[in-house]
């Protein structure tokens, strides 16, 4: 018996290496390599043992030995270039790729130790863009966009995800379950997807069994999770003296100052903190590191006639929240149990029959007012208002003793509850491949249905606690006063939360023909395919189920590897469009020229491989925000009791009103797209280069009209109106090379932009050409034009010498450190007239990563760098220092950069003013800023045990590994951190630092 381990050149293990045993007399057995590279299979002295594997270089030895243990190392051929990767409704080589496909692989995504699966592609694969605006456990799903924006809004912007080839979410899967994550973004791969392509396709394959003897393995992970940047709030004194600097500038006599000088001195001295409290609350109310576990035990394995792989998977996230003493389920919590079940049975030779049975139970805690507004509560909440928890007792400040303690978050969420959400999901595939070689070689027909049911429960448990007001006594003691009782805890159960059904239900099915022969040089396969699909329970009309149905045919064709040529139609219906308007067709056409096999083409070490394609298709997109039936007639409403008429006159009456107007007219919007490429492998195939430059015209968007005047009292009807641009350009690299015998290394950094331009959304004509957003990015930020702040005189002359106007009228009067603004239309005053584009967008136009890693014997290291540019974002907290009520807290930077006297020349902020408040928060330059950061995403370093080691051991394989996620980030965003679209106002992303070890036995 001899056994051994099959590996990459970096030490990785490598699953379904076919290891074959040629006898002297000419006798085969064979057998694969376990998910983990291990295998076993008999052999006698003198036979040859033969390691092939797609994509590697296959290497043979004369066993010497009939017993012991033999390892391979198997060596890339040029990238993998038989390589199979997958794309819509089946694969292909990569050598015959014509389209524009990104992937990446299980063995990538399990090196992130974040709890969702669309957080670990965030910079391995160029033209992905992921936004992740929370760290909430259970709710930390980013925002994807394939190539940016491509229609009039983000939210219309998200690609299709398809999980085993039918529409699924794919956040909370197990990486452990995942084989490979196809990224579909030009028109030759999205085409045969059609009403629902438009925005690019992301694909995920779970994993399989091999034939083999059956692998068990176990990854166990312990980590921490700590907040990646909070805000930083000032101290009582701080904000004690801002808030004295404001009434002073603001013309307030001293003795109507909020704050005397001695409760001033109370704060910086801290004498008396129940009566002048100090409490930064992201301190004192968030911790500074929480608990995450997870682990995954999976098995596998077959033998000629059955194949499986079994999955199962457990994660628990702690949330940040401290609760006191209180029920520990006030806090945020996530438990999440992920099963799968992957079965192929060769029921004969020619036919195949493929059960997946997938799920996960997910149970999610939050405190009974939600993230959002908790984290708002946060931010709006002075340090003066409650010094805290004080032996089980929430104290909140004396106005009798401090005048304008200020809002206090602890009245919103301490002790009042939490809500359990309960989630169950379920998918089922059931999937027949029959061979039909007997009617000509190559044919196969395959029937897949599929099925899904979530069922979500939300539970809400209410309550309340008495808070307690200090008191000084006459003898200078405190006691405290109690104020309300225990509050009665409640109970309800809701199971329409978040506006979503309690239970969401759909089915899938497909019949589909497949054919592929070789003829000498000529490779040909084609399809054709059937599908429907109906949703039950949809968000709108919810009695009334959603569906789909559609063709799919596709025609490939190869000669030599040499010229190829790729054939895509999709021809689909959507419920949306009167049935004359219903069906669509979606045709594409690529095309590829593998120069480095021509006979002319120099044979040569530092070019070896060289192939150009290009491709262009239509695609479409049926879908305005959650609205159906767009046809649909003209609709009405009735109401009682809502008109009264004459005038003084008491009395109402039932009546009707118009509603939406329907028009049978409307069709899909239809998206064309071009993508040219280059493909080239250079210094003896150690340097890999990606170049795809792509084009997307998009006309038809389905909008509602904004033109129509309001006075008409109608809601427009749905039209095939807008229209919207967008182009740009990926460049990814990879060199991989060696130094010695046993130094592997590899470095791949990549490069992504695009950028839209709307053509047309019906806008009403503004007052100025340049409010137009017309010709502007979607999502474009508009806003004043900042000055500088004001100085008196001095600033109206220099804008008067700098513009050659006078300094407008700002329908304030300014004072001293107020924000400027320019008059952009020269009428003398500063108005909305004046608003125009500031900075970028919220998504960046330009993401870029740097992959890099290497491996040294038993060790391997790992990291993805990422950083985004041409950004921007909108600062909340800074534009509005305390508030308007005056009770909200300080960020530190407002006091030290803010405006006086003597920083003048360098203040980057305005100076204190409740005056001036409004004036200086209105959006402009100055507080819509760049977005820019680069972040070192992923990072991990590993050590495996040599097999020397392991013979004393009961494992094939061990290893240990160090890993982190989020773990710094460069970037001059004055607030938080500078990835979340709001981060001043949700729960912190977080740095998470893991320590895990895998074995297999």
Not at 145 to 163: D, K
């Amino acid at each position: 018996m001899l056994k051994g381990t099959v590996e990459d050149e970096f030490g990785e293990p490598l699953i379904g290496v076919n290891v074959r045993v040629i006898t002297p007399n000419n006798r085969v057995m064979g057998t694969v390599t376990d998910i983990n590279g291990n295998y076993s299979i008999l052999v006698e002295k003198a036979a040859k043992i033969e390691f092939s594997y797609v994509g590697f270089q296959t290497f043979q030895y004369v066993v010497k030995s009939n017993i012991g243990a033999y390892n391979v190392k198997l060596q890339m051929e040029s990238e993998g270039l038989d390589e199979v990767v997958v794309v819509a409704y089946g694969s292909t080589r990569k050598a015959t790729l014509t389209g524009a496909i990104g992937s990446v692989g299980s063995k990538e995504l399990i090196k992130s130790p974040t709890a969702t699966l669309a957080n670990a592609l965030s910079g391995k694969i160029p033209g992905l863009t992921s936004v992740q605006s929370s760290g909430a456990p259970g709710l930390d799903d980013p925002q994807i966009l394939v190539r940016g924006i491509g229609t009039l809004t983000t939210e219309g912007s998200s690609p299709l995800i398809l999980v085993d080839g039918v529409e699924r979410s794919f956040n909370s899967i197990d990486p452990n379950e995942i084989a490979d994550v196809s990224i579909l973004k030009d028109a030759s791969a999205t085409a045969v997807f059609g009403v629902r392509g438009a925005n690019g396709v992301i694909l995920i394959t779970t994993k399989r069994g091999e034939k083999g003897k059956t692998s068990v393995s176990l990854t166990s992970q312990v980590g921490v999770q700590l907040p990646t940047a909070l805000l930083d709030f000032s101290n009582s004194y701080v904000r004690a003296a801002y808030m004295t600097e404001a009434e002073y500038n603001d013309g307030i006599a001293p003795e109507h100052y909020t704050f005397s000088k001695e409760i001033i001195e109370a704060f910086r001295d801290h004498t008396n903190p129940l009566i002048y409290p100090d409490i930064d609350w992201y301190d004192y109310v968030l911790k500074k590191a929480v608990p995450q576990t997870q682990h995954n035990l999976s098995i596998s394995g077959g033998t000629d006639r059955a194949r499986y792989f079994i999955s199962l998977g457990y994660l628990y996230q702690q949330g940040l929240f401290e609760t006191f003493g209180t029920d520990k389920n006030n806090n945020f919590l996530y438990n999440r149990y992920n099963f799968r079940s992957n079965v192929d049975i060769d029921i004969t030779k020619s036919t195949l029959l493929s059960i997946n049975l997938g799920g996960r139970v997910e149970k999610r805690n939050q405190p009974v007012v939600g993230e959002e507004q908790i984290f708002r509560f946060l931010g709006e909440s002075s340090p003066t208002a409650s010094p805290g928890v004080v032996d089980g007792k929430l104290i909140i400040t004396n106005p009798e003793y401090l005048p304008k303690p200020g809002y206090n978050a602890f009245n919103e969420f301490y002790g009042r509850g939490y809500t359990k959400a309960t989630k169950n999901v379920l998918n089922v595939d059931v999937t027949l491949n029959q061979k039909l070689d007997f009617i000509t070689s190559g044919l196969s027909v395959k029937l897949k249905g599929a099925y899904n049911n979530d069922y979500i429960v939300n539970k809400k448990r209410t309550s309340g606690v008495p808070t307690y007001t200090p008191i000084i006594l006459a003898d200078g003691s405190i006691q405290l006063q109690k104020n309300g009782d225990e509050g009665k805890f409640d109970y309800s159960e809701d199971s329409n939360a978040g506006g979503r059904s309690s239970i969401a239900r759909d089915w899938y099915t497909e019949l589909g023909l497949n054919y592929s022969h070789t003829f000498g040089k000529h490779e040909v396969n084609a399809l054709l395919l059937y599908n429907q699909s109906k949703k039950y329970y949809p968000s709108v009309y919810s009695e009334i189920a959603a569906g789909y149905v559609g063709l799919v045919g596709r025609v490939t064709y190869n000669y030599a590897t040499r010229y190829l040529l790729d054939l895509n139609a999709g021809y689909n219906g959507s419920e949306n469009f009167a049935p004359e308007q219903r069906f669509g067709f979606f045709p594409s056409l690529s095309v590829g020229w593998v120069l480095s096999n021509e006979k002319f083409f120099p044979q040569n070490d530092w070019l070896t491989y060289l192939k150009i394609r290009g491709s262009y298709g239509v695609v479409g997109n049926d879908k305005l925000g959650s609205n159906r039936f767009l046809y649909s007639p003209d609709t009405y409403g009735y109401s009682g009791g809502v008109y009264n008429f004459g005038t003084d006159n008491p009395e109402y009456v039932p009546g009707a009103y118009e509603g939406n107007i329907g028009n049978p007219n409307v069709t899909w919007e239809k998206a064309y797209k071009q993508n040219y490429g280059a493909d080239l492998y250079l210094f003896k195939d150690r340097l890999k280069v990606n170049l795809d430059f792509f084009r997307e015209r998009r006309k038809d968007i389905l909008i509602t009209r904004l033109s129509d005047p309001i006075i008409t009292g109608k809601e427009s009807p749905a039209i095939n109106y807008g229209k919207v641009k967008n182009q740009g350009y990926e460049i990814a690299l990879r060199w991989e090379d060696k130094i010695g015998k046993h130094f592997n290394y590899f470095i791949s950094p990549s490069l992504s932009y695009s950028h839209n331009e709307i053509i047309e959304m019906d806008e009403v004509k503004p007052n100025e050409p340049y409010m137009s957003q017309t010709g502007h990015p979607v999502g474009q930020f508009f806003g004043y034009e900042f000055y500088g702040f004001y100085n008196g005189s001095e600033t109206e002359k220099a804008y008067e010498q700098k513009y050659g106007k006078p300094f407008p009228d700002h329908g304030v009067s300014l004072q001293p450190g107020a924000v400027c603004y320019v008059d952009l239309n020269n009428d003398g005053t500063i108005d909305g007239d004046d608003i125009h584009p500031v900075g970028y967008t919220n998504f960046p136009e330009y993401s870029a990563s740097l992959n890099l890693g290497f491996s040294y014997k038993g060790f391997d290291f790992s990291m993805v760098l990422s950083g985004v540019t041409n950004v921007s974002r909108k600062l909340s907290f800074m534009a509005t220092p305390i508030g308007a009520q005056r009770t909200g807290g300080l960020l530190n930077e407002n006091y030290t950069d803010r405006w006086t006297t003597s920083t003048a020349s360098t203040a980057t902020l305005p100076a204190p003013s409740f005056n001036m408040l409004v004036n200086n928060s209105k959006p402009s330059r100055l507080w819509i800023v760049d977005g820019d950061y680069i972040r070192l995403k992923n990072v991990e370093l590993g050590y495996r045990l040599s097999e020397k080691t392991l013979k004393r051991l009961p494992f094939n394989s061990l290893r240990f590994y160090l890993n982190a996620y989020n773990l710094f980030t460069i970037s001059d965003y004055p607030e938080a951190d500078p990835e979340p679209i709001n981060s001043a106002r949700s729960y912190p992303l977080t740095r998470i630092i893991n320590f895990g070890v895998s074995l297999n036995f």
